[in-house]
């Protein structure tokens, strides 16, 4: 049963188990045993820094076809010559895309109407959510009884953020989290994987799957819901690290405890249970909002763990501190925990998040990563800083940035950027209209507000391990052009 089941899993699933399989391996070596690192683009699964995009709402196709079910046909034989030894020529790639019909790597057509917005379709809007629906059905057939409604309830919430109403992050991290379920749904089925590790696992698809219908309800408030999707997109992203068989016991154990645990209180922050046990008058924070603000620092961790080029060590130490600071936020969001205890809780969360922010920024400053160009880093950092700021924000700190057609809608949800030049980039966003929109934003302004949106205290808990390309991109307008970029540098 198991080959069939990973016939119906698409490639992108399979590169990223064999990613977590690399760290894993590292892992299971003993302590002072070094391995040599890969270059993150040469690792399945390998990040280059930003969050990493699976579905692209405004243009720019990028995701692969869905895989098909069943049996695939076989490429006929290539009769081309081989190359010779040490021939580096590129051969050439076969044109089969139908007529007028664009490849997977060409670029968008020209649709702008006026400078800096488009209001032309996204081809590629459902690759994502077509790919992640049809794994799911192939999963199901094969899940025990007791995951059947689960992976019903996941089919549901992968079709609803089709609507174009729903933010591109939002679908995007809807998607995310639905294709790292996948991965444990796998393992799920793999008479390989060992009877505990088995149960546990479907623990955790249970109450991810609960948590993230709960916090991606459309009704629930724009900014909260986004906030909290991505709780649960960087959380299961550490499931192909879990499930993988080389992942120490004991860091397996943490992380899933981890894992359940920031689902737990996500999922009781968002449903507004918690209100009712703030004492009245006391001036305190409701629980849910003390959870709701520490919840995305937590994320960082998550983030920061799942990536291969974090070294073991450095791993277990973020990991050991992220599981407290999961397990104070259960305890604090838990309806059947006492005021006392809460109160406590509530007391110790203050000092474990600020180990577990130090430990952020060690363990990301410890991988090894190529120097990147202005550029690529400026966008890299942006990304990240839109994928996980909120929109009020945003607007508020780059008002004045905007190009002018977008200012007559609105913008609903700036999305991502990329490198044009050292100092230019491109914009991505979303406008009320729901149209996908692009535009041209100058580096150094827009670089120097968003210091001031997301200061250095904030970056490793907020970005993960893309906080080091903004703390590489200030470090390029600090020596080239003598401009001090926040607090980045501290």
Known sequence: MSGTIMARISRRHLLRTAGASVVAAA???????TVAAADPRDVPGGSAGAPERVTDPPPSPSSAPDEPDGPVTPPAPDTTTPPKPGDTTEP??????PPGEPSEDSPPPDT?????????????????????????????????????????????????????ETSPQ????????????????????????????????????????????????????????????????????????????????????KMIAGVKDS??????SADGGESAHSPEGSGAPAPDATVRRALPGKSGSDEITQDERTPP????????????????????????????ERAEATRDLDDKTARMKDQQEQAASAQERPEESLGKAAAVCTSAIFDSTSESALARG??????????????????????KTDDRLEVLAQLRNNENARGPFDV?????????????????????????????????LEEKFGITVGTWLS
Request: charged content about 25%; aromatic content about 2%.
């Open 170 to 253: 939002d679908r995007q991290g809807v998607v995310e989290s639905t294709e790292h379920l996948t991965t444990a749904l796998a393992a799920i089925n793999d008479p390989q994987t060992p009877p505990e590790l088995r149960r546990e696992l479907t623990s955790v698809v249970k109450q991810v799957t609960s948590t993230l219908r709960v916090v991606s309800d459309p009704r629930a408030p724009a900014e909260e819901r986004s906030m909290l999707i991505l709780v649960v997109k960087r959380s299961t992203s550490t499931l192909p690290l879990i499930c993988a068989p080389g992942t120490p016991q004991e860091l397996r154990d």
């Open 444 to 476: 150094v302004p827009l670089i120097t507000e968003l210091a001031e949106i997301v200061p250095h205290d904030e970056l490793f808990g907020s970005l993960g391990g893309s906080a080091l390309s903004c703390k590489q991109t200030a470090t390029y």
């Open 313 to 340: 060590e450095e791993r277990e130490r973020l990991v050991t501190a992220t599981q407290q600071v999961s397990a104070l936020l259960k305890k604090i969001s838990d309806p059947e925990t006492s005021s006392e």
């Open 92 to 97: 050439a790639e076969p044109d089969s895309d």
């Open 263 to 268: 689902a737990f209180a996500a999922e009781h």
């Open 398 to 419: 780059l008002e004045k940035l905007v190009p002018p057609d977008w200012e007559g809608e609105g913008i609903k949800d700036f999305w991502k950027a990329e490198e």
């Open 112 to 164: 702008d109407t006026t400078d800096g917005q488009t209001s032309a379709p996204s081809p590629d809007r459902e690759t994502g959510i077509a790919e992640a629906t049809t794994d799911l059905e192939g999963m199901r057939q094969d899940v025990p009884e007791e995951l059947t409604a689960t992976v019903d309830t996941l089919l549901t919430l992968v079709s609803t953020v089709k609507s174009p």
């Open 27 to 33: 892992l299971a070596l003993p302590v002072g045993v």
